[in-house]
């Protein structure tokens, strides 16, 4: 048997491949030696597949679109079963409920309301019916901010 038949035939453009990648892997542990402690690895193409997958599913238009195609399929779906006008009407309420449970406020983070505040704290600069009385009563210059 001749050296030849033992090695496999590689096609010219995936042995410059590993040739590239063989010069990289190099220049990293030449640079990796001058700059300290070892850097992780680039991904494969396999973590590069991972990758793209969830960064579309963690990016944050994937879920309003992911609710919006499923609502004009049910809508297609109960107008072709002429229950459209009802689907709609109902997915109003839905679509409010859906929006206001969205977003939840910081640890510190005041509501607007104070009814929704602990300790009903109010926000700076809110106009209260004490703060009006008082101005009724001794005029604008006495009101000052109460703790």
Same mark, same amino acid.
């Given at each position: 048997?001749?050296?030849?038949?033992?090695q496999?035939?590689?096609?010219? @453009?995936l042995?410059?491949?590993?040739?590239?990648?063989?010069k990289?892997?190099?220049?990293?542990?030449?640079?990796?030696?001058?700059?300290?402690?070892?850097?992780?690895?680039?991904?494969?193409?396999?973590?590069?597949?991972?990758?793209?997958?969830?960064?579309?599913i963690? @990016?944050?238009?994937?879920?309003?679109?992911?609710?919006?195609?499923?609502w004009v399929?049910?809508?297609?779906?109960?107008? @072709? @079963?002429?229950? %459209?006008?009802?689907?709609?009407?109902?997915?109003?309420?839905v679509?409010?409920?859906?929006?206001?449970?969205?977003?939840?406020?910081?640890?510190?983070?005041?509501?607007?309301?104070s009814?929704?505040?602990?300790?009903?704290?109010?926000?700076d %600069?809110?106009?209260?019916?004490?703060?009006?009385?008082?101005?009724?009563?001794? %005029?604008?210059?006495?009101?000052?901010?109460?703790?």
């Amino acid at each position: 048997m001749s050296d030849s038949s033992d090695q496999e035939e590689v096609p010219p @453009h995936l042995a410059r491949y590993r040739e590239y990648k063989r010069k990289q892997e190099l220049r990293k542990k030449k640079k990796s030696a001058l700059s300290g402690p070892p850097q992780e690895p680039p991904p494969t193409s396999s973590d590069n597949t991972s990758s793209t997958l969830d960064n579309f599913i963690n @990016h944050p238009l994937t879920t309003p679109l992911l609710k919006l195609a499923l609502w004009v399929f049910l809508l297609l779906f109960f107008a @072709h @079963h002429e229950f %459209g006008s009802v689907f709609f009407l109902v997915s109003i309420p839905v679509f409010v409920w859906q929006s206001m449970e969205e977003y939840k406020r910081g640890p510190r983070e005041l509501s607007a309301y104070s009814v929704f505040n602990k300790n009903l704290e109010k926000l700076d %600069g809110t106009f209260t019916s004490e703060q009006w009385e008082r101005e009724l009563k001794y %005029g604008a210059a006495a009101v000052r901010k109460q703790d």
